[in-house]
């Protein structure tokens, strides 16, 4: 499945194949140290950068105002 942006389907990808095998070989196993952190990271900037170009930040921000996970959401992104 491809991203919200062709930029980031690429690191999307890696990131999956990953967390596929992280989670088939460690995780049901026990194992619950992370593994794909930093591609998750890569990802996350890459959708919230796509988000902010297509100027769907605004909008993500009003639709989650005056929620309790909608407060915590527009902090998470504003420090981007």
Same mark, same amino acid.
């Given at each position: 499945?491809?991203?919200?942006?062709?930029?980031?389907?690429?690191?999307?990808?890696?990131? $999956?194949?990953?967390?596929? *095998?992280?989670?088939?070989?460690?995780?049901? *196993? !026990?194992?619950?140290?992370?593994?794909?952190?930093? /591609?998750?990271?890569?990802?996350?900037?890459? @959708?919230? *950068?796509? #988000?902010?170009?297509?100027? /769907? $930040?605004? /909008? #993500?921000?009003?639709?989650?105002? !005056?929620? @309790?996970? !909608?407060?915590?959401?527009?902090?998470?992104?504003?420090?981007?």
């Amino acid at each position: 499945m491809s991203s919200l942006s062709s930029d980031c389907t690429e690191v999307k990808d890696r990131y $999956d194949t990953c967390f596929n *095998k992280w989670y088939a070989e460690k995780f049901l *196993k !026990g194992d619950t140290t992370p593994a794909c952190d930093e /591609l998750f990271k890569q990802y996350r900037e890459c @959708v919230w *950068k796509a #988000i902010h170009d297509r100027q /769907l $930040d605004t /909008l #993500i921000a009003d639709a989650t105002k !005056g929620s @309790v996970t !909608g407060a915590a959401s527009a902090a998470e992104t504003s420090s981007l």
